[in-house]
């Protein structure tokens, strides 16, 4: 029982983070412009990162182990292309009149493409959620002083992910409790992941299923942030200053990488 409540309760420390990037980005209370730019393309350079340089690997990883070094690339290199494929489509089927690229670009059509943007932003952060905390809540079940620094790293993560839902809902709406909200509600996909994965999953699971499915949120975070963050964020701002912030999400995550994995 000891071990369940603390891997449940590293899981949660970690899907709590996202909520707490939210909070440092409402209680800086800019808005302008510049700000958005730069924090777009720093949300942008995080997600980008994790994805090629973490998220692909560990799938890589777990596909080669169980299906062999070229077969489990192929099949990471489907999984990816799979996961960009679906989010691709998902949003060439939402109608014109929702889809955030139809919009004229008037200031109501621009604050519907932010609302549009970290909306789907925050599903995707919860898709890489669940996975990542059934990881987690696994690892923790396992080797727990392994966890832990792991669980640090994800907390990292998730810190820049959360500012990444909350400033363009913010901005869209002024309304920072309903950005705070969607934030919050997308990291408890990260505890949720762990009990359903310690409950439903765990005697189903495999190196195969979990591989595809972490190269397809690579691909779908690689995809929302080439098509929605970085053009967004060139939209409010300086062409540099959403490049400088993509050099700094990246800069980030890859230290946090190098001090806690």
Not at 82 to 100: E, F, H, K, Q, T
Request: aromatic share 10%.
């Amino acid at each position: 029982m000891n071990e369940l409540l603390f891997a449940f309760g590293l899981t949660l420390f970690a899907g709590l983070a996202t909520g707490a990037g939210a909070f440092l980005a409402l209680v800086t209370r800019r808005t302008d412009a510049k700000f958005l730019a730069v924090s777009l393309g720093f949300s942008a350079g995080v997600m980008i990162y994790v994805s090629l340089v973490e998220i692909f690997v560990k799938a890589q990883v777990a596909l080669v182990a169980e299906l062999g070094e070229r077969a489990g690339a192929w099949a990471t290199a489907g999984g990816f292309f799979g996961g960009i494929a679906l989010i691709a489509v998902i949003d060439r089927l939402v109608p014109s009149r929702v889809n955030p690229h139809e919009y004229p670009h008037d200031d109501g059509g621009r604050q519907r493409r932010l609302m549009r943007m970290g909306t789907m932003t925050a599903v995707a952060i919860a898709i890489h959620n669940f996975p990542e905390g059934f990881a987690t809540f696994v690892a923790a079940m396992q080797e727990p002083s392994v966890a832990i620094p792991v669980v640090v790293a994800i907390a990292l993560h998730n810190i820049p992910e959360g500012i990444s839902v909350a400033v363009p809902i913010h901005s869209a709406t002024g309304d920072r409790r309903k950005a705070f909200r969607y934030s919050f509600l997308s990291g408890l996909a990260e505890p949720l992941g762990g009990v359903l994965g310690y409950l439903i999953l765990l005697p189903f699971m495999s190196d195969a299923v979990f591989g595809v499915v972490f190269a397809g949120v690579a691909g779908i975070m690689v995809f929302i942030s080439l098509d929605k963050l970085l053009p967004t964020a060139q939209e409010y701002g300086e062409h540099h200053l959403s490049v400088y912030g993509l050099v700094a999400g990246m800069a980030v995550m890859a230290v946090s990488l190098l001090l806690f994995v």
